[in-house]
């Protein structure tokens, strides 16, 4: 028999995972990308876009890559995970 636990965490519960050395990358729209840079921005319409969130889901960087947002999770000293 196998036992689901579900747990609710909060940002705050999210941002302590991994003491704060944990991060995620997700592709994002287009749309969420100029959200997240301003309305000012300019993303071309066939961007593939990639955002590096730290654990509480705040944003850190927008690559055009997974390669260059791994970069990015170096850069700042946290260990990446796939969200998809």
């Known amino acids: ?12 519960d999210l941002a302590l995972l991994g003491e704060g050395d944990l ?7 287009i749309n969420e990308a ?3 840079l301003g ?6 319409t066939d961007s593939k876009l990639f ?4 654990a509480d889901g705040t944003p850190v960087s927008i690559s ?3 390669e260059a947002a791994l970069g990015s999770a170096f850069e ?3 260990m990446a995970m796939s969200v998809h």
């Open 76 to 78: 700042h000293e946290l």
């Open 34 to 36: 100029k959200r997240l």
């Open 23 to 29: 991060g995620y990358i997700r592709e994002i729209e």
């Open 64 to 66: 055009g890559s997974r």
């Open 1 to 12: 028999m196998e036992l689901k636990t579900t747990v609710d965490l909060t940002p705050q």
């Open 51 to 54: 955002c590096l969130y730290n």
């Open 39 to 44: 309305g000012q921005a300019r993303v071309a």
